[in-house]
């Protein structure tokens, strides 16, 4: 079961709750007993650029910075 964020809209406390996908968007209950907690958007981030040593290197040994696997750069 995925693990979803959530913020009680009355004393702000951030916590983490495990439900189904199908109720992702049913009302929740925070720790303290508040109702009205508003699920929040998953944050991540990435890295890294074209050229730069972060850079993935694709099949060939160019650095990839797209979704491509590497193909695009080889073909240069």
């Not at 983490?16 to 998953?42: I, K, N, Y």
């Amino acid at each position: 079961m995925p693990l979803y964020d959530f913020r009680c809209r009355t004393c702000g406390t951030v916590y983490e709750e495990r439900r189904p996908m199908a109720t992702a968007d049913a009302p929740a209950v925070c720790p303290s007993g508040h109702v009205g907690a508003t699920r929040l958007l998953p944050v991540f981030a990435t890295t890294g650029t074209a050229g730069s040593p972060e850079a993935m290197p694709g099949a060939c040994g160019a650095p990839v910075a797209g979704g491509c696997g590497g193909a695009c750069a080889c073909q240069a």
